[in-house]
């Protein structure tokens, strides 16, 4: 028997084996995994863990402050509170840009 037969041998014996062992594997893996679960004994199951309680409350107005802080401290009122910005440089045509009515070209874009 030659190396070029023994190599192949092997290869056709290693793919098989493996062929087998990845077969048995997802099979395991299926029958493992559980049917989806609804919404409803999703929500009922997170109420009864009461790991949530931990995480305090959340509303619109801690979002818009949390929103706020990000943005430097105030509202962003559009895109004209960016030529307030000190980072920016106050140039005519930055402003004409921020401030262009742009509607023409999208709806000719649109053609």
């Known amino acids: 028997m030659k190396k070029k037969e023994l190599v192949e041998i092997i290869r056709l014996v290693v793919k098989s084996e493996v062929k087998k062992a990845v077969k048995t594997a997802l099979n395991e893996v299926k029958k493992q995994s ?49 030529l307030s910005n000190p980072a920016v440089q106050q140039d005519e045509s930055l402003e004409k840009a921020f401030t262009r009515d742009y509607s023409s070209l999208v709806k000719a874009m649109k053609k």
Do not use: C, H, V, Y
């Open 34 to 82: 559980e049917a989806p679960i609804s919404l409803n004994e999703a929500l009922s199951q997170t109420q009864e863990a009461g790991d949530w309680k931990s995480m305090g409350t959340f509303d619109s107005k801690d979002a818009r402050s949390s929103f706020a802080a990000m943005q430097g401290g105030g509202a962003n009122t559009g895109m004209n509170s960016l």
